[in-house]
Antibody, heavy 113, light 107 residues
């Protein structure tokens, strides 16, 4: 069974940093592109980042480019999202996703002073 | 970025009804369109990928159609457990973009 378990969320002040983690199991992690997707409260979904199987290629929308960094450790079947210079508009539930099929339960990030 | 216009935003239907939800892309996305179901407090679940392929384990009452810019998700006979929000995702061009969602409730 595919399982994706996010951690690392919480309350953080504007301008600070936070790192999310995602522990994957139930599939061969190194064979799949992985992604982070977010959903702001009562808002739609936004694709935040994608990383290739080896980690050599990453993709970000303009809204987070230069502030967020996606990375992975295939030996640990883990995905990460380093979020810097956080803004109030980054407040959302962040989902770890196996490419575009399986999603985790999500972790809440609140950016507020 | 490709804009995905999803309609309706809200839908009320009875058990056994045929339900259709639409997504329109602002440009050609071929068949690179997925449909997801999200129940309250749960992770989104993939229903249909690449416009018309049923994900493993999803009931056959769910189906998808379309190509190019216009796509449809159909539930052939609505069941109580289908109460959820449904949204589409285009993955033809980066960045991937979502429809705004359709909240489906029972009448």
């Amino acid at each position: 069974e595919v399982q994706l378990v996010e951690s690392g969320g919480g309350l953080v002040q504007p301008g600070r940093s936070l790192k999310l983690s995602c522990a994957a199991s139930g599939f061969t992690f190194s064979n799949y592109y992985m992604a982070w997707v977010r959903q702001a409260p009562k808002k739609g979904l936004e694709w935040v980042a994608t990383i290739s199987t080896s980690g050599s290629r990453t993709y970000y929308p303009d809204s987070v480019k230069g502030r967020f960094t996606i990375s992975r450790d295939n030996a640990k079947s883990s995905l990460y999202l380093q979020m810097n210079s956080l803004k109030s508009e980054d407040t959302a539930t962040y989902y770890c996703a196996r490419h575009d099929d399986y999603w985790g339960q999500g972790v809440m990030v609140t950016v507020s002073s | 970025d490709i804009q995905m216009t999803q309609s309706p935003s809200f839908l009320s239907a009875s058990v056994g009804d045929r339900v259709t939800i639409n997504c329109k892309a602002s440009q050609n996305i071929n068949r690179y369109l997925n449909w997801y179901q999200q129940k309250l407090g749960e992770a989104p679940k993939l229903l249909i990928y690449n416009a018309n392929s049923l994900q493993t384990g999803i009931p056959s009452r769910f189906s998808g159609s379309g190509s190019g810019t216009d796509f449809t998700l159909t539930i052939s006979s609505l069941q109580p457990e289908d109460v959820a929000t449904y949204f589409c995702l285009q993955h033809n061009s980066w960045p991937n973009t979502f429809g705004a969602g359709t909240k489906l409730e029972l009448k």
